[in-house]
């Protein structure tokens, strides 16, 4: 078993940990997992046994947490923010059934994926429908903003993921143009899930922007701990196997740093890896052991570390509420992922 | 070169023609293409690649007509009929990208589909995209009945194309079961364009109803002539080859026409083509001698003209305009494809 443990968390917490944000939004998310429930049911079986099978999966559901916690924060007291909240849920899970389409995923949180027990077919169109769902639950809360920033993030991931494809087995991708696939890939997303909350709470500029940045920045911060995970982690933790990006030929940033800061020997051994996908177990070893020795993935885990900061201060203006300390123990807790 | 040619039409005047239509909405027509073009765009090159391939490959763009029309027949005078229409063509090409991969089809208007060139992955990712540029210009005309309506309609959709998939094969789907699927992969969408176009415009009750039955019933008819000319076009006018839906074992209407009055051998023979998918140019044939003996062809396009006098006495109440006269055009020139 290889495996690369880095303790890199300094987070002023003692436990960095998702439980304050679980407490605070306990009562709204069983709400929302009964809505979640509701709207992605159909007349039609094959909708509620794929949508299912990936929701009752276990995923965290950070997203919708982002939004209730978002809305709680500046006193938000109506419904709407467990319409909003679902939409986001629903929003990511249309992205993962379509993802592992297009990925050609056979596990998903340690599952089979939907595609491998009902078909790419049935992905794609049931992950049309809970998106239909998500803007039909957008329209029923009416808000005109809401739904540009929702919609908006809709464009921006589809785009995201082109760019992606677009990019696919390219070792030559920069760090920059790496970064604009996973700011619009995923955290697009949690930009939108944490400034809908100011937005229906009625909150000032100042604070759907401040929310805006935190959601963007953390979704980076995320999208980088989950590509030094795939070198480094315990596949019983990820609900994936460590090496999965390897074994796809995924062009992550951790690759990108050892590919760029690697011997003209090494780039061979990453093009036959990444771009002719001679990717095996003997590789995966090799691969993390040239980033290991690169500091590929510590310093992944350190760009991860700077949106982390960013994220965190883009709050610091924030009034001091449970929700803000919440929020900002998100930040620590995706870090400390890796930890 | 087998084919049927049935003289059905036995419209009121002369020429069913969509000529009309083209005639009244060409202006509008023109800045709805300038702003396809404008939205289908991206920086990421494969995005109006992928997309443009289909815009560009001479569909009739109805949808987007029929609610232009709509829109002018009450008087519409603002600029957001241009974009609901838009919308409209968007979510038409994100389902037939998403459709092409889900029915693994090479042509599609007599072109290679997309993902023959660019993959499955390509079209799913840009129909995504299309989809999100679709609400996002909803959105922009911030009529939340409009957006209630195309959303509602998205859902409807995908749950059609999935009970399409779940009842793929099966002989034994009834008339009615077929229906409910045609209504929502097809009509929901005719029936959405048309009664957008009311709804801008401010129009009664009475007038959205009107459009939304007349929408509904002619998507309905469409959806039957379409099924019939598969069984006996011309493919270069189809855009489609003759026998495509039987090679792929869809079960349309004259399928199950001429599969529930068959004899016990006949049946054996539907089963094989279809459901063990034996499907050759001497099957297709001979589907063709079995479907003419039990009037399967003709009574499709039977019921179709049922669902598009419904269509035409849905917009009886209105006054008399040149839109209505186009649009009740518009069922006799659907009906009249297949003389």
Not at 151 to 178: C, P, R, Y
Request: hydrophobic letters at 45%.
């Amino acid at each position: 078993m290889v495996g690369v443990v880095l303790n890199i968390d300094e987070g002023k917490r003692e436990v960095a940990s998702v439980k304050e944000i679980i407490d605070l939004t306990a009562a709204d998310m069983a709400r929302v997992n009964k809505l979640i429930l509701s709207k992605a049911g159909s007349d039609v079986e094959m909708i509620p046994e794929v949508a299912n099978h990936l929701i009752s999966s276990g995923g965290k559901r950070l997203r919708p947490m982002l939004t209730l916690a978002a809305a709680q924060m500046f006193g938000y007291s109506g419904e709407d923010h467990i319409k909003l909240a679902t939409s986001v849920e629903f929003m990511h899970t249309a992205t993962l059934l379509h993802d592992d389409v297009v990925d050609e995923s056979d596990l998903r949180r340690g599952r089979k994926t939907a595609r491998m027990i009902w078909g790419n077919q049935a992905s794609v169109l049931v992950g049309d429908f809970l998106l239909g769902q998500a803007f039909r639950l957008m329209v029923d809360v009416g808000s005109l903003d809401a739904l540009d920033i929702l919609s908006t993030a809709a464009s921006i991931i589809a785009e995201g993921e082109v760019m992606q494809l677009a990019a696919a087995k390219n070792l030559e991708t920069t760090e920059d143009e790496h970064f604009a696939v996973i700011k619009a890939k995923t955290a697009a997303l949690f930009s939108a899930a944490a400034e809908v909350g100011p937005v229906i709470a009625g909150a000032s500029k100042p604070a759907r922007a401040a929310l805006r940045s935190y959601g963007m920045n953390l979704g980076l911060a995320f999208q980088l701990i989950d590509d030094a995970l795939d070198y480094g982690g315990d596949s019983k933790d990820l609900g994936k196997n460590v090496g999965d990006d390897f074994r796809e030929g995924k062009v992550t940033l951790p690759v990108i740093l050892a590919y760029r800061r690697g011997t003209a020997a090494e780039r061979e051994f990453w093009k036959d890896a990444i771009e002719a996908n001679n990717a095996d177990d003997a590789g995966l070893e090799k691969a993390i052991g040239l980033m290991t020795r690169h500091g590929a993935i510590a310093d992944t885990i350190g760009r991860a570390r700077h949106f982390g900061e960013i994220a965190r201060d883009a709050l610091a203006p924030l009034d001091a509420t449970p929700q803000k300390d919440a929020l900002i123990d998100v930040i620590d807790f995706c870090i400390s992922r890796v930890v």
